[in-house]
């Protein structure tokens, strides 16, 4: 009996702490102490939970809450429909938001984020996110800042997962290629 092939390991625990610290490096002086960070749920936490902490050793210990989305469902593709399963708990009305995902392909997740935030009257919305991918179709608006350039693979891990596994890896991986 063959054993199925794991993740093929692209970025370690090491890696991905030195780039959420950098990131953060960059972040911390364009955002206002005033700030709230919003969380993309699920996939969002592992990144918001480093960045944030990241981020309060840098001097902004910010306000959090987090608004959970669903779109891929056990797919690889965005579904097309972005579905809201719970939204923010408290005001962002007149404050700058930033917008935090574990990782940014067709955008169409993170649009549905910035919209909600921006009904709910945030002053400013900067999104980051940890992993790019190459984005499938044109004219997708880039984050405002992200952590890792990532490659056209379907990824797990911090965050990321295959029908819902994988998830809690600390690294990131590629599913094997068919
Ligand atoms: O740029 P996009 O093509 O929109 O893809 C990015 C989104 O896809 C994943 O969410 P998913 O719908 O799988 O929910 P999850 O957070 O529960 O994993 C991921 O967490 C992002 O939110």
Known sequence: ?????????????????????????RLAPRLSPDAVVVCLLTGGLWFAADLTRALAVRGRPLAFDALWLTAYGDKTRHSGITTVLAGLRRPVLGRQVLIVDDVLESGLSLEAARRLVQAAGASEVLTAV??????????RRPPDDFAWTAPDRFLVGYGMDAAGAHRTLPWIGALPQA
Do not use: H, Q, W, Y
């Open 1 to 25: 009996m063959t054993e199925a092939a794991g993740p093929e390991r692209l970025i370690s625990e090491t890696e991905v702490a030195r780039a959420v610290n950098d990131l953060a490096d």
């Open 130 to 139: 940890f992993a790019l991918k190459p984005a499938p179709t044109p004219g």
